[in-house]
Structures are given as structure tokens and as C-alpha cells.
């Protein structure tokens, strides 16, 4: 994991460096990293005209450093002041601009010069005019193919706009201690490193694995959730549908329970007070996921609360089980009174309903408010998923992709997080895991036409292969 800190943390973690370390000895430093990697993508300097737009603070001094180390190579190098007509002339003639007109302090709108469509640009620290929080432009930043950030990533990299703009991005390491993240960015290494192993005497009620879902009339939903727990490890799981109660559906049934894997084990619900009757068997259960197709009438909403509130194990609530928990209020006094960890997973829609207000520009910092208050990680999806857990840790996923953005993925995603936790993982890494493992294999699957039911295979496929040392 990359550490993330927020521009307060950041400016706290700089002046505590700069107590050992001169401020001019870190600002040598972070022009010399831009300096260094700008050359590495170009192969070489000599003869190449670079452009460095330069503010006057702390990230217009980097710009120039690193300008005066081109030099040395060989770029004809020339700095021209933010916001300046000279500025908007020069860059179109550039092979490479150095974006270092403002940095995370800035406030206002930022206008930047036009470079040249074939110009190599590079952001010193975050491109100039995004909000180092929040990843909102203001004005129009230029756009990076790279940008070099200094001792940790920003939330701003990869929150609204700060994808699109910030291109690549590169931590160069000046110096400043960053032990003291609470945030950090998931990566490929941390599965394996995270996700223990099947142990040899392994058997398949280790890790079992309960999910409540769907209805006769919509089985899509719990049969995309079993299966996606299915292909995480979990080690056995039992489907239970309210209003199934009996044998396990033919082909013939319509609303998608046909559908369910025939290696999940048949648990057959009443139509009513069936939290009863779940939390009679969970005996022998890792792990507990509740929501995906459930439906909302009142009947199902006080089951769905009693299991949430009962229900002795970890557990993932998602969907329809987001519904039932009501308010803020209501839901922190269900969790309370729970002895095992919980993790919500909402999207946009769902965690504004469950919060009372429509999220802030500051999504990170939402995201964790409305942890604490409530007592359970939360998963915020999205293009960058954001995790949170009531301690006030937090995980930055970047792995998502468009293939995603087709119904049923969430339902995978929920029964991927309950076989973690069955697994023993703890719920803010089973949740960020989950996240992570479900993005990345979405990439392995079709650019278009993509669908849910792709992604359970894939996911056993991309877990196989970073366990294999594939990846």
C-alpha cells in the first residue's frame, strides 16, 4: 500500500521534516525527481525544448530546480511565470511542459497555457488547479501525462477529476516521514500479502460462507452474490431465498434462481420471519451477507434488521439490506448492539440516504464521517472506491473500470467481501480487498458486452494467478 495524506497531514508531515531537514534541501530534492523522471520518459534532454510554467510558491521553486538541472543535460529549458501571455505562447512550441504553476495550497481558479498535443507535460506534485482533497478542478488545469507527488499520494490524484488529469502517478521519496497515514492506495501486492493462503487440511466448512438474497420473483441478484463468494474461497456456501421454501428450483423457474451455482448449498427461506430460521444455522458460519434482491416491503425490512442486529458473525449488508437500516440513527443503534464487525456497502444513492445529506465535495472525508458515526466499515463505491472504518483508517481503490458499470457487478462484489471475511480477514481489509480483486478482474474480461456474470470466474482466475506470482 502507498501512504495518502491530506494537504493538512501533508503540510503537518513537511514542517516536522524540516526541523532536521532544510526546506532547501527537500525542494532540491523534489526538482531533482522531476528533473530525473522527466528525462527518463524522453530519453535524454539534449537539443529538447522544455517549458516550465512556475508560480511563485513552494511548487514554482521545484519547477525551476528541476529547470536548471535540464539545463545541465542539455534541454533548451525556458521558465516562464503562471498566468502570463508568455506562458500560453511557449508551451505550444514545447516538446515537454513542466507543470509547476501551483501546487495544494492553491485557492481561486487556475486558466492553464495550451501545450502541444505532441508535448510531454508533467505535474509537479498535483496538476494546478485541482484540490489536493477533494480532486476537483477549478478553472482548467492542464492535462499530465505524469505527475511526480512528493513523499505520499494526495486524495486529489484519484478522487473527481484528479484521474483524468493527473495522468500517471509517480511518488518520489525527498525525505518526509509519512509513517503517520491513516489513508492508504491498494495494490496488487497487498493481496497476497493480505489474503492468507487455504490452509493444507483445509475442508469445505472453513470458510463457510451464509447469503440471504433474493426472491422468487428476482434470483438474479442471489445468484450473482453466491457465486462471486464461491470463486473468492469461500469454502461452502448456503443461499437462503425468502419465499423459496423447498426444493431447489428447476430450469423452469423464471426470475433467476435456475441460475444459482449447483455447488451452493439450498437454504430455503420462508416468505416471513425468516431471520428465525437464518439465525438458527449460522452455527457453522464464517460469515454472513444480507440484501442483494430482497425486496422492501415491511415484512422483509424488519427480518433484514433483526439479522443485522443478531446475527453472531461478520457480516455484509448491501442493497436491499441497505434500505432496511433506516437512518443514521437507526442503523448505528442495530450495529451497536452487534458483537461481530460489520461492512456496508453503498453506492452514491444509497450512502446518501443512509447519511441525511448529499455527499460533500470532500468524499473521503464523508466517507469517514459517516463510518465513525455508524459503527461499520463503509465501502463507497465508485470509479475510485473509497473504504472507511470507525477507527478512522481509509483505503483508496483505484483498480475499478468501466466494464463495472452494469447491474449485478455490486451483488459479485458483496458475496466476494463475505468470503473474505470467512477467510479470517479483518473487515476494512476484507472490504478493500474485495474492491481491489473485483477490479482488477473486470480488466481481464471483455472490453465490451461486458457482464456480471463474466466477473466470478474471472476473479478466481486473477486470485490464481497474483497467488501464482502471475501478476
Not at 10 to 29: G, S, V, Y
Not at 189 to 207: E, F, I
Not at 236 to 255: D, E, I, K
Not at 279 to 286: E, I, K
Request: glycine share 14%.
Amino acid at each position: 500500500m502507498k501512504p495518502v495524506v491530506t494537504v493538512e497531514q501533508m503540510r503537518a508531515m513537511d514542517e516536522a521534516a524540516q526541523r532536521h531537514t532544510p526546506i532547501e534541501t527537500l525542494a532540491q530534492r523534489a526538482g531533482h525527481s522531476v528533473a530525473v523522471e522527466l528525462l527518463r520518459r524522453l530519453g535524454g534532454a539534449s537539443g529538447r525544448r522544455v517549458v516550465v510554467v512556475a508560480g511563485k510558491g513552494h511548487n514554482g521553486g521545484d519547477g525551476r530546480i528541476a529547470a536548471d538541472l535540464l539545463r545541465r543535460r542539455g534541454a533548451l529549458v525556458k521558465v516562464v511565470d503562471a498566468g502570463s501571455r508568455v506562458a500560453m505562447d511557449a508551451t505550444l512550441a514545447a516538446d515537454a511542459v513542466i507543470d509547476a504553476a501551483y501546487g495544494t495550497g492553491f485557492r481561486g481558479e487556475y486558466v492553464a497555457p495550451e501545450a502541444s498535443p505532441l508535448a510531454f507535460v508533467i505535474a509537479v506534485d498535483i496538476p494546478s488547479g485541482v484540490d489536493g482533497d477533494t480532486g476537483i478542478a477549478h478553472g482548467l488545469p492542464m492535462k499530465a501525462d505524469v505527475t511526480v507527488t512528493f513523499a505520499a499520494c494526495k486524495p486529489g490524484l484519484f478522487l473527481a477529476d484528479g484521474p483524468e488529469l493527473s495522468g500517471e502517478v509517480v511518488v518520489a521519496d525527498i525525505g518526509i516521514d509519512t509513517t503517520a497515514a491513516t489513508a492508504w492506495l491498494m495494490e496488487d501486492s497487498d493481496v497476497t500479502a493480505g489474503l492468507p493462503a487455504r490452509p493444507r487440511n483445509a475442508h469445505k466448512w472453513m470458510s463457510a460462507v451464509y447469503v440471504v438474497a433474493g426472491s422468487v420473483e428476482m434470483g438474479g441478484a442471489a445468484a450473482l452474490c453466491s457465486d462471486g463468494a464461491l470463486h473468492s474461497g469461500a469454502g461452502l456456501v448456503c443461499l437462503g431465498v425468502p419465499g423459496a421454501f423447498g426444493a431447489r428450483p428447476s430450469s423452469s423457474v423464471a426470475g433467476g434462481l435456475a441460475g444459482v451455482p449447483r455447488e451452493v448449498v439450498w437454504g430455503a427461506l420462508p416468505a416471513e420471519d425468516w431471520a428465525k430460521e437464518v439465525l438458527a444455522n449460522l452455527g457453522r458460519y464464517d460469515a454472513l451477507v444480507v440484501g442483494p434482491g430482497l425486496g422492501r416491503d415491511q415484512l422483509t425490512v424488519e427480518s433484514i434488521r433483526r439479522l443485522v442486529e443478531l446475527a453472531p458473525v461478520p457480516l455484509v449488508v448491501d442493497a436491499d439490506g441497505l434500505a432496511a437500516l433506516g437512518s443514521l440513527e437507526e442503523a448505528k443503534e442495530l450495529i451497536a448492539s452487534r458483537k461481530a464487525p460489520c461492512v456496508l456497502t453503498p453506492h452514491d444513492g444509497e450512502l446518501e440516504r443512509l447519511s441525511g445529506r448529499k455527499a460533500p465535495e470532500d468524499r473521503l472525508a464523508h466517507v469517514l464521517g459517516v463510518s465513525k458515526a455508524i459503527g461499520a466499515v463503509v465501502l463507497s463505491k465508485g470509479s475510485t472506491t473509497v473504504v472507511a472504518s470507525p477507527g478512522g483508517e481509509a483505503r483508496l481503490v483505484t483498480s475499478g473500470s468501466p466494464r463495472l458499470a452494469t447491474p449485478g457487478t455490486g451483488d459479485v462484489l458483496s458475496g466476494v467481501i463475505g468470503a473474505f471475511l470467512a477467510r479470517g480477514v479483518d473487515p476494512l481489509q476484507a472490504a478493500c480487498l474485495g474492491a481491489h480483486v473485483h477490479g482488477r478482474a473486470a480488466s481481464l474480461g471483455h472490453s465490451e458486452g461486458f457482464v456480471a456474470g463474466d466477473l466470478p470466474g474471472l476473479i478466481a482466475q486473477w486470485l490464481s494467478a497474483a497467488r501464482d506470482g502471475e501478476i
